[in-house]
């Protein structure tokens, strides 16, 4: 590999104002090794999404409300299931429902939530790393 180092020394500028050492490296676009695999840049947008979705689920509760819910319940069924208040498991169901982790639905009074598909893998992927 070749490398260049480009260094400017300091000095002053015919105004008088001194400027200060500064170093450069540039490299040659070539790889370091000499593999014939191709290079691919990676879609940080992709780990994005994916950061966003582990955030929303990485509170302990909210994956007792996600477990909780692998059948459809209504907030007062959570509060007996996971003894979280009802203002919490609410606030959770929420920001799960924002996220597309659960949906409801209008049952008369009540509004019973279920996981979605996404909320199914989700816990999917949790029980694994629980088993382990």
Not at 79 to 100: F, P
Not at 102 to 111: A, P, T
Request: hydrophobic share 40%; with cysteine.
């Amino acid at each position: 590999m070749i490398e260049m180092l480009i260094l400017r020394i300091g000095g002053q500028h015919d105004n008088g104002v001194s400027y200060k050492i500064k170093a450069e490296w540039y490299m040659f676009n070539r790889k370091n090794c000499q593999c014939r695999v191709r290079h691919q840049k990676v879609n940080f947008r992709v780990f994005e999404e994916v950061e966003e979705d582990l955030k929303a689920v990485s509170v302990a509760s909210k994956m007792a409300i996600l477990q909780s819910l692998e059948t459809p319940h209504c907030v007062c069924d959570l509060v007996s299931l996971t003894s979280l208040s009802q203002t919490l498991i609410s606030h959770h169901l929420s920001e799960l429902e924002e996220k597309g982790f659960v949906e409801g639905k209008m049952e008369g009074r009540f509004k019973r939530f279920y996981l979605t598909e996404k909320g199914k893998k989700f816990l999917k992927i949790i029980k694994s790393l629980l088993s382990k």
